[in-house]
């Protein structure tokens, strides 16, 4: 690839970190996050806020979410472009409260970092890896489900086996073996320096891959009818036979109105879309996160090719 060209793609990296962003600082993510209508009506922040260590000793702030009932299994949560792990509070409360515990790391390229400045372009890439990495070394040998929204689902497929571009200075396997299943909420569509359509491909455990009918690629019109498709590609590239679920939602966007991931949208929130989506994927979580059965042959019953919840299997 040219300088010009990988310049050019640098460049829409930052377009679409720059119109996915959030506002609220980290100094007040707990009053923040408790007073947001998104808690579900629960006053609910991290129960331990850990620091971890990148392999050149950059510090890594993580929220943790530990449930009070017994635990099943754990999650690790990559959020949006300039967004933050409490921006998720709708998504993550009831994985929680299912016995999950979630770990989420504060990555550099947040509104909310305080060394955010510093982390231009695709140094977020090779950062987001490193945090992902450093939560892989503090859990040891357990397994765990990597999950993620937008840039974040980017991450959770790639853990999952999708095979990203590596960022320059970053050795070894992109991939975890300890990852038993993906959760990707409307993952990007595929971005030369990031990750092509093959590489989306040699994904390689179970997925569930969400988008909706209002979710337009950056850079596509929004009266385009099928701008919301390349957030697909994930699902489509996949080979079959893989437990692989599509899963798309009438009438949702990027944030599902404001509730997830960036609340400065203009709304009105799409939270009936989003329950739906939280309810798809507690199932999800139980067939291939917890390997049951009965919830396999339950989420299966819901494949359709109508709207409003379209569910496709591969």
């Not at 829409?12 to 007040?28: D, K, N, P, Y």
Request: proline share 6%.
């Amino acid at each position: 690839m040219t300088d010009t060209n990988r310049t050019g793609k640098i460049s829409q990296l930052s377009l679409i970190m720059s119109r996915r962003a959030a506002l609220v600082g980290f100094g007040t993510i707990a009053t923040a996050a408790m007073a947001h209508q998104g808690g579900g009506g629960k006053a609910v922040r991290p129960s331990v806020r850990l620091t971890l260590a990148s392999g050149d000793g950059r510090e890594i702030p993580v929220f943790d979410w530990t449930p009070s009932v017994c635990g099943v299994g754990t999650i690790l949560f990559s959020h949006g472009a300039a967004s933050s792990p409490d921006k998720y509070l709708r998504l993550i409360e009831p994985w929680v409260a299912q016995g999950w515990r979630v770990l989420a790391p504060l990555h550099v390229d947040s509104r909310d970092h305080p060394e955010t400045e510093k982390f231009k372009g695709l140094a977020s890439w090779k950062a987001r890896l490193e945090d992902i990495r450093a939560l892989s070394a503090y859990l040891g040998a357990n397994h765990y489900v990597a999950a993620g929204h937008s840039y974040g689902g980017l991450v959770a497929l790639t853990l999952g086996g999708s095979q990203a571009i590596a960022p320059d200075g970053l050795e070894g396997p992109l991939g975890d073996d300890k990852v038993q299943a993906v959760i990707a909420l409307s993952p990007p569509a595929p971005i030369p320096v990031l990750i092509t359509r093959a590489g989306y491909g040699t994904l390689s455990v179970p997925a569930l891959i969400q988008t909706g009918t209002r979710d337009i690629v950056p850079g596509m019109s929004a009266d385009s009818a099928d701008g919301w498709k390349g957030h697909l590609v994930p699902f489509e590239a996949a080979a079959a036979g893989g437990q692989r679920y599509g899963l798309v939602l009438e009438g949702v966007d990027h944030y599902f109105g404001g509730a997830i991931c960036d609340f400065e949208q203009p709304g009105p929130p799409q939270l009936a879309q989003l329950d739906a989506a939280v309810h798809l994927s507690d199932l999800f979580l139980q067939a291939h996160g917890l390997g049951q059965n009965a919830m396999q042959r339950e989420l299966k019953s819901r494949i359709t090719d109508q709207l409003p919840a379209r569910l496709f299997f591969k």
